[in-house]
């Protein structure tokens, strides 16, 4: 073999050496994880704390959290798993229910988030990751309260009327949970409508009758009685159903929650459902409004309980 071919044939060597190499570099400061692409760099998760554990077959769970640390070891943010499972069907898995992971990472008070699995309505996972992508990165306080609520129906089927919030509901809902619990915000709507230092305290010599199993009354800070509240359940097709509504003496519904609300679909649609209800008369089981489709057993049941409360809280008065 001539020296001219021994040449050429180490030089190939070396640059496919060189090449290897070079690619290998490349490919470890390519951001392909979830993890890395939150704050554009790469990050190890350290410390995991577990927060949530999910309950039933619907949830929306702060599942851990961990530190964030950098290259260099430096801790430079915390990130939160958090998970949703909500009652949209999907075609391309066998799971039961539609399924969300994300990691809600805040640095400097400010939110960023990268999705982790995506398992909804296949149609709808393009809109629904744009709202993420185009909403969440960098917000501050201010910019997550003005982040609308969005319909990720594809726009072949918004003229049929279709809607698909519950998702992008329960992820903008989840999101502002996580921001307040880093910063260690406990909202009490309790709070907001009897004021700071009310107080429950359970009815012992309630029997329970029916539907309703229990009576609390609460008291303001002068220790004044400002409501009843009965909490009632039930169960339909979909799972349970449990709520504590809060009456004042007049009969009038001035706060109402759902306690349990285990159901496959429609959760956010329930819950805007029931606040309907406050304002209202408690005999008046039509809310000032129209039930939004798509929470329909769900309704019913909510429905059933308030007459049942009112039933309870008609006897007693």
Do not use: C
């Amino acid at each position: 073999m001539s020296k001219e071919n021994i040449k050429l044939i180490i030089n190939a060597v070396l640059m496919i050496l060189i090449g290897v190499v070079v690619a290998v570099q490349i490919n470890a400061h390519v951001l392909r994880e979830p993890k890395d692409l939150l704050f554009g760099e790469k990050i190890t998760l350290d410390r995991k704390v577990n927060i949530e554990d999910a309950s039933g077959s619907s949830y929306s769970i702060i599942d851990y959290k961990q530190l964030a640390k950098d290259a260099d070891g430096k801790t430079i943010a915390t990130v939160y798993t958090v998970k949703i499972r909500n009652g949209f069907a999907f075609s391309d898995s066998d799971k039961s229910y539609g399924y969300i992971e994300l990691l809600v990472g805040i640095k400097d008070n400010e939110v960023y988030v990268q999705i982790v699995e995506l398992a909804q309505t296949k149609a709808y996972n393009p809109k629904i990751q744009r709202y993420i992508y185009e909403n969440f990165e960098g917000a501050g306080q201010s910019d997550l309260l003005r982040v609308p609520y969005f319909n990720a129906v594809p726009d072949a089927d918004l003229e049929s009327g279709a809607t698909a919030s519950t998702s992008t509901e329960s992820i903008k809902a989840l999101i502002i949970r996580t921001w307040e619990f880093h910063n260690g915000i406990v909202s009490d709507p309790y709070e907001e409508v009897f004021g700071a230092g009310y107080s429950i305290v359970a009815d012992t010599t309630f029997t329970a009758s029916g539907l309703v199993s229990a009576k609390d009354t609460i008291f303001d800070a002068s220790s004044a009685e400002v409501a009843t509240r009965y909490t009632a359940a039930t169960t339909n097709e979909h799972g349970s159903v449990e709520v504590a509504v809060s009456v004042n003496a007049s009969g009038e519904i001035v706060y109402a929650e759902f306690t349990v609300l285990d159901q496959t679909a429609g959760l956010s649609t329930s819950r805007s459902n029931l606040e309907l209800y406050i304002g209202t008369m408690l005999s008046d089981v039509t809310p000032s409004g129209d039930l939004a489709g798509g929470a329909t057993h769900t309704s019913d049941s909510m429905e059933e309980l308030l007459q049942a409360i009112a039933v309870v809280w008609e006897g007693e008065n």
